[in-house]
C-alpha cells in the first residue's frame, strides 16, 4: 500500500524562479491495486515517483510504502519496491541473466530461488532470445524488457513503474502489460505513470489526472466518466482542465 500525504516538491529554475513541480498531492493506492498517474509532458509525474522511490526527497508531506516512511525508513523502502525510471543504468558488458544475477545478490537472495526466479522472468517477459546476449546489443524494447526483469529480482510488493511502455511497439508493450496484470492477481501494488491515456482505460482500477504538480482528480475510470459525462480518458482529462492554459498537445495514443 502506498499513502501519499500532501506532498510539495520545490525546484528552480532561471526562467520560473522557485516553483512547486509537485504541489499538495495526497492520494492512496491500496494493496492489489493498479494505479495509473496520468498527466502531459512536465506535469510532475516522474518527480512524484522518484520522490516515492527515495531517489529524490519532498520539500514537505510524507509518503508511506508497505509501512516504510520514505525520509526516516527509506532502507524498509527500497527493499519494498521494485522501481524502474527512464534512467535505469544497467552495466553494458552484462547478458539480462548476469544482470539478474547481479541485482539477486545485491539482495541476498538465495542461489536456488534465484535462479528458479530468473527462469520464469524470462518467460513471462519473452526473453529466451536475448537472455545470454550482452547489453550494449540489445534494443530498446529488449534493454527496457531487461530493466522490468531487474527490478522485479527481489519479488517486490510495490512496484512503481515510470512511463514502462515509452516507445516500445505494441507487441513489447502488451508484454509489459501483461506483466502488470499479473503482478496485480499476485496481490502485489502497483502505481505506473503514462501519457498514453487509453493504455491506462483498459489496465488501471484507478487513475489519479495530475497537471502542473497538482493533483486534480482520482477515481476509478468508471467514476471518472459518469462525474464528466465522458466516454473516454482523453476527454475526462481535457473536461478537467482548462483548454486555454494548455501549453502542449495531447498525444493521439
Ligand atoms: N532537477 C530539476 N530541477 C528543476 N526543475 C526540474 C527538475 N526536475 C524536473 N524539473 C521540472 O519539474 C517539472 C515536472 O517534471 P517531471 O519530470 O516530474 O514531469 P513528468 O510529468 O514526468 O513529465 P514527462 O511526461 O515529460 O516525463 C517540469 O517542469 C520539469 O522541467
Same mark, same amino acid.
Given at each position: 500500500?502506498?499513502?501519499?500525504?500532501?506532498?510539495?516538491?520545490?525546484?528552480?529554475?532561471?526562467?520560473? /524562479?522557485?516553483?512547486?513541480?509537485?504541489d499538495?498531492?495526497s492520494?492512496?493506492?491500496e494493496?492489489?491495486?493498479?494505479?495509473?498517474?496520468?498527466?502531459?509532458?512536465?506535469?510532475?509525474?516522474?518527480?512524484?515517483?522518484?520522490?516515492?522511490?527515495?531517489?529524490?526527497?519532498q520539500s514537505?508531506g510524507?509518503?508511506?510504502?508497505?509501512? @516504510?516512511?520514505t525520509? &526516516?525508513?527509506?532502507?524498509?523502502?527500497?527493499?519494498s519496491?521494485?522501481?524502474?525510471? /527512464?534512467?535505469?543504468?544497467?552495466?553494458?558488458?552484462?547478458?539480462?541473466?548476469?544482470t539478474?544475477?547481479?541485482?539477486?545478490?545485491?539482495?541476498?537472495?538465495?542461489?536456488?530461488?534465484?535462479?528458479?526466479?530468473i527462469e520464469?522472468i524470462?518467460?513471462?517477459?519473452?526473453?529466451?532470445?536475448?537472455?545470454?546476449?550482452?547489453?550494449?546489443? =540489445?534494443?530498446?524494447g529488449?534493454?527496457?524488457?531487461? &530493466?522490468?526483469?531487474?527490478?522485479?529480482?527481489h519479488?517486490?510488493?510495490? @512496484?512503481?513503474?515510470?512511463?514502462p511502455? =515509452?516507445? =516500445?511497439?505494441?507487441l513489447?508493450?502488451?508484454?509489459?502489460?501483461?506483466?502488470?496484470?499479473?503482478?496485480?492477481?499476485?496481490?502485489?501494488t502497483?502505481i505506473?505513470s503514462?501519457? @498514453?491515456?487509453?493504455?491506462?482505460?483498459?489496465?488501471?482500477d484507478?487513475?489519479? =489526472?495530475?497537471?502542473?504538480?497538482?493533483?486534480?482528480e482520482?477515481?476509478?475510470i468508471?467514476?471518472?466518466k459518469?462525474?464528466?459525462?465522458?466516454?473516454?480518458?482523453?476527454?475526462?482529462?481535457?473536461? @478537467?482542465?482548462?483548454?486555454?492554459?494548455? &501549453?502542449?498537445?495531447l498525444?493521439?495514443?
Amino acid at each position: 500500500m502506498i499513502q501519499v500525504i500532501n506532498i510539495k516538491k520545490k525546484f528552480y529554475d532561471k526562467k520560473h /524562479g522557485d516553483f512547486y513541480a509537485v504541489d499538495d498531492a495526497s492520494f492512496e493506492v491500496e494493496k492489489g491495486e493498479i494505479f495509473g498517474l496520468l498527466g502531459p509532458n512536465g506535469a510532475g509525474k516522474t518527480t512524484l515517483l522518484r520522490i516515492m522511490a527515495t531517489i529524490m526527497e519532498q520539500s514537505a508531506g510524507k509518503i508511506i510504502v508497505n509501512g @516504510y516512511d520514505t525520509q &526516516s525508513q527509506p532502507e524498509g523502502v527500497r527493499k519494498s519496491i521494485g522501481f524502474l525510471s /527512464g534512467n535505469t543504468k544497467l552495466y553494458k558488458k552484462l547478458t539480462p541473466v548476469e544482470t539478474m544475477r547481479f541485482f539477486g545478490k545485491f539482495y541476498g537472495i538465495k542461489k536456488e530461488i534465484m535462479e528458479k526466479r530468473i527462469e520464469q522472468i524470462i518467460h513471462n517477459l519473452q526473453m529466451e532470445d536475448f537472455k545470454d546476449r550482452i547489453i550494449e546489443k =540489445l534494443s530498446t524494447g529488449q534493454v527496457q524488457k531487461t &530493466s522490468i526483469a531487474r527490478c522485479m529480482i527481489h519479488d517486490p510488493e510495490v @512496484y512503481i513503474l515510470d512511463e514502462p511502455t =515509452l516507445g =516500445l511497439d505494441i507487441l513489447t508493450s502488451r508484454t509489459i502489460i501483461d506483466f502488470i496484470k499479473a503482478k496485480k492477481e499476485e496481490g502485489k501494488t502497483i502505481i505506473f505513470s503514462t501519457h @498514453y491515456m487509453e493504455e491506462a482505460d483498459s489496465l488501471c482500477d484507478r487513475i489519479g =489526472l495530475i497537471h502542473k504538480g497538482k493533483i486534480i482528480e482520482t477515481g476509478t475510470i468508471e467514476s471518472l466518466k459518469k462525474k464528466t459525462g465522458k466516454t473516454n480518458i482523453r476527454d475526462i482529462f481535457l473536461s @478537467y482542465i482548462d483548454r486555454g492554459d494548455m &501549453s502542449y498537445e495531447l498525444p493521439e495514443n
